[in-house]
T-cell receptor, first 115, second 114 residues
Framework: DTAVSQTPKYLVTQMGNDKSIKCEQN?????MYWYKQDSKKFLKIMFS???????INETVPNRFSPKSPDKAHLNLHINSLELGDSAVYFC??????????????FGEGSWLTVV | AQSVTQLDSQVPVFEEAPVELRCNYS??????LFWYVQYPNQGLQLLLK??????LVKGINGFEAEFNKSQTSFHLRKPSVHISDTAEYFC????????????FGQGTTLQVKP
């Protein structure tokens, strides 16, 4: 069983479209994250939810809207896609923030290409 | 705020040679330190982490890292690399507070040649 799974793995779409990436974790973790990896492979956190509550929002454009229906799921919806949104988006999860040994487990990534 | 600097963007090395990937961090508070590996077109996998205690940390696949507080470094080492170690390696820090977020370095590409 994949611990953190996200779909789709590959997504090619046109500018202006709206798309969603889904993420699920079966580790029983309380906290989930979205990270973005740009074309230079730089990784940066976008959002973090703890028990369905938003705790980190790293000045991401409001075209990006995370939604957490329950603590095992954190979906990412992107409106009006732009060329600069092309990146790899990683979902991740961990036990509650600040817990000693708080390892973050990453999904396989979703490769988004906006044309 | 924390920051991480990986001093080498690419490290070419021959198979069975030793390798060191360098990582320096900056933080005004206590941190946890991590090394992740990303194989081509895959997600990130934890190699090892330093939380406290012994400054020499052993991880998976024969890797180890040493935490040096005075030099604010957390360099990754392997005594003998394999072709299969070719990947992107990321050093990261998180604070010990309540956010849990990771701050990543820019990554180092390890290229193992036969």
């Amino acid at each position: 069983d994949t611990a953190v799974s996200q779909t789709p793995k590959y997504l090619v779409t046109q500018m202006g479209n709206d798309k969603s990436i889904k993420c699920e974790q079966n580790l029983g973790h309380d906290t989930m994250y979205w990270y973005k990896q740009d074309s230079k492979k730089f990784l940066k956190i976008m959002f973090s939810y703890n028990n369905k509550e938003l705790i980190i929002n790293e000045t991401v454009p409001n075209r990006f809207s995370p939604k957490s229906p329950d603590k095992a799921h954190l979906n990412l919806h992107i409106n009006s896609l732009e060329l600069g949104d092309s990146a790899v988006y990683f979902c991740a999860s961990s036990r509650r923030p600040g817990a000693t040994g708080n390892t973050i487990y990453f999904g396989e990534g979703s490769w988004l290409t906006v044309v | 705020a924390q920051s991480v600097t990986q001093l080498d963007s690419q490290v070419p090395v021959f198979e069975e040679a030793p390798v060191e990937l360098r990582c320096n961090y900056s933080s005004s508070v206590s941190v946890y330190l991590f090394w992740y590996v990303q194989y081509p077109n895959q997600g990130l996998q934890l190699l090892l982490k330093y939380l406290s205690g012994s400054t020499l940390v052993k991880g998976i696949n024969g890797f180890e890292a040493e935490f040096n507080k005075s030099q604010t470094s957390f360099h990754l080492r392997k005594p003998s690399v394999h072709i299969s170690d070719t990947a992107e390696y990321f050093c990261a820090v998180s604070d010990t507070g309540n956010t849990g977020k990771l701050i990543f370095g820019q990554g180092t590409t390890l290229q193992v040649k036969p």
